[in-house]
């Protein structure tokens, strides 16, 4: 079965750099979710988009914007990067309602940004 | 606003023990609560959930969680702990499930299991 795509799985970024991540949600599904996993930390949401409209904003810096395409894709874009902003970063997607899973996140395998 | 506490930041059991991982929830209401698993450098894997009803649901892997009203709990248990087991398990919780709602996790617990 398909799963949540994140590109790159890996990034390696200086201080002061942007980067761009990008998620590919399940096909049809149609609300993204992206959360922030510092070292030994818990996931902690940033934002999350319902048919290209942002739903909710959690903790994201200012720094950070986002965006969910008319695909469905949507990517994470990090600007004048800190060494805090290492960390895993993860994409979920949720099925549109009517779906027996309408219920349930589906975490792809997160990208994990080093910050040097 | 909702939170979710895990007592225990380190687990170790022996192969073959029993399980229990606790989690507490704190909330007006009953949320939607979930438990899932992450292998270290890897994604995060639903192991199950529950919205409502039976307030003992079964998940992948043979595990399973009880829901626990007057507690605000929702204990993760495995009657028979394989070496494979061993990970970080985060426990969940979703206000509601209204479009774009957040997942809340607790901090997780690391389980190790000793042969």
């Known amino acids: 079965a398909a799963g949540v795509i994140q590109s790159p799985r890996h990034l390696i970024k200086e201080k002061r750099e942007t980067a761009t991540l990008k998620c590919y949600p399940i096909?049809?599904?149609?609300?993204v979710y992206w959360y922030q996993q510092g070292p030994g930390q818990d996931p902690q949401f940033l934002i999350s988009f319902y048919e290209k409209m942002q739903s909710d904003k959690g903790s994201i810096p200012d720094r950070f914007s986002a965006q969910q395409f008319s695909d469905y894709h949507s990517e994470l874009n990090m600007s004048s990067l800190e060494l805090g902003d290492s960390a895993l970063y993860f994409c979920?997607?949720?099925?549109?309602?009517?779906?027996?899973?309408?219920?349930?996140?589906?975490f792809g395998p997160g990208t994990r940004l080093t910050v040097l | 606003a909702q939170s979710v506490t895990q007592p225990d930041i380190h687990i170790t059991v022996s192969e073959g023990a029993s399980l229990e991982l606790r989690c507490n929830y704190s909330y007006g209401a009953t949320p939607y609560l979930f438990w899932y698993v992450q292998s270290p450098g890897q994604g995060l894997q639903l192991l199950l959930k529950y919205f409502s009803g039976d307030t003992l649901v079964q998940g992948i892997k043979g595990f399973e969680a009880e829901f626990k009203r007057s507690q605000s709990s929702f204990n993760l248990r495995k009657p028979s702990v394989h070496w494979s087991d061993a990970a970080e398990y985060f426990c969940a919780v979703a206000r509601t499930m209204e479009y774009g709602n957040k997942l809340v996790f607790g901090a997780g617990t690391i389980l190790r299991v000793k042969s």
């Open positions: 096909p049809r599904h149609d609300t």
């Open positions: 979920a997607s949720r099925p549109p309602l009517g779906s027996a899973e309408f219920n349930e996140q589906f």
